[in-house]
Antibody, heavy 117, light 110 residues
Framework: QVQLQESGPGLVKPSETLSLSCTVS????????WSWVRQPPGKGLEWIGY???????NYNPSLKSRVTISVDTSKNQFYLKLSSVIAADTAVYYC???????????WGQGTLVTVSS | QSVLTQPSSASGPPGQRVTFSCSGS????????VYWYQQLPGTAPKLLIY???QRPSGVPDRFSGSKSGTSASLAISGLRSEDEADYYC???????????FGGGTKLTVL
């Protein structure tokens, strides 16, 4: 069964770049939608974007200017970079896999990233 | 402000049937599949329903989904205390060219 695990700094300063990795284990980066979703404390889910295993990406228009998602199939990892962060970017960040873009069937446990000086 | 609209809360006693609504538009629910997620406290979301009414392996048949026009519903029958969670609907949005989520409904089992 596919397992996903997020990793990266839990604290990022305003205006800096948030960088997270997602390691896929018990499986590989297959022809699926490898996604990032975030959830601000006490709030709902927000789709950030996804990368298809071929490298094609799709981002939430509200974040598109600041987001980059990439993949390294040799390492079974995919990545999220969010630049020029502000306090409103504070959230639990999840990586997930979907057989369809909105059907995310495997999720990481999530990692809390706080934006603060 | 979420693209899909869900009531903020719902409740019911054990054993009862409860339904959740999810309202969208022609660019999302009206023309694409609906998905439902369950998020237990402190955990990652779990896919509960896909393609309007399909259950992934392991999801009990107490959970069922339906769609009509630009709205969708999730029903839970035989409510149990372990069903207490947040429930989110989702759909692909043609205008956004990406998935959108509802704001979530918090279920309390009385």
């Amino acid at each position: 069964q596919v397992q996903l695990q997020e990793s990266g700094p839990g604290l990022v300063k305003p205006s800096e770049t948030l960088s997270l990795s997602c390691t896929v284990s018990a499986g590989s980066i297959s022809p699926d939608y490898w996604s990032w979703v975030r959830q601000p404390p006490g709030k709902g889910l927000e789709w950030i974007g996804y990368i298809y295993y071929s490298g094609n990406t799709n981002y939430n228009p509200s974040l598109k200017s600041r987001v980059t998602i990439s993949v390294d199939t040799s390492k079974n990892q995919f990545y999220l970079k969010l630049s020029s962060v502000i306090a409103a970017d504070t959230a639990v960040y999840y990586c997930a896999r979907g057989r369809e873009a909105a059907a995310l069937d495997y999720w990481g446990q999530g990692t809390l990233v706080t934006v603060s000086s | 402000q979420s693209v899909l609209t869900q009531p903020s809360s719902a409740s019911g006693p054990p054993g009862q049937r409860v339904t959740f609504s999810c309202s969208g538009s022609s660019s999302n629910i009206g023309s694409n599949y609906v998905y439902w997620y369950q998020q237990l406290p402190g955990t990652a979301p779990k896919l509960l329903i896909y393609r309007n009414n399909q259950r992934p392996s392991g999801v009990p048949d107490r959970f069922s989904g339906s769609k009509s026009g630009t709205s969708a519903s999730l029903a839970i029958s035989g409510l149990r205390s372990e069903d207490e969670a947040d429930y989110y609907c989702a759909a692909w949005d043609d205008s956004l060219s990406g998935p959108v989520f509802g704001g979530g409904t918090k279920l309390t089992v009385l």
